[in-house]
């Protein structure tokens, strides 16, 4: 499953959500994911894994950045079973 994230960093709280016309031009399911982590040497992107694997309840591995690795709109690929 392909999903479209928006992502925050430098947040409070980590969290994600489902977003239902974040970006209208994508067909993708959408999620706002705020982390905590700051965007230097890949740590946000490690904590949008984390953040990511936990909601959909899949290893870290099953997830997987396909672009957007440094920047804010990201297209994420989650392979496993989803619960």
Not at 15 to 37: D, G, I, M, N, Q
Request: charged share 25%; with cysteine; net charge positive.
């Amino acid at each position: 499953m392909k999903i479209l994230v928006k992502a925050k960093p430098h947040a409070k709280i980590e969290k994600v959500e489902r977003f239902e016309t974040l970006f209208e031009h994508s067909s993708l399911p959408t999620y706002k994911v705020s982390v905590k982590a700051a965007p230097t040497d890949g740590k946000a992107n490690d904590a949008i894994i984390r953040a990511l694997a936990d909601h959909f309840k899949v290893r870290t591995n099953d997830v997987c950045i396909v672009s957007g690795h440094t920047a804010g709109q990201k297209i994420i690929e989650i392979s496993g079973p989803l619960l």
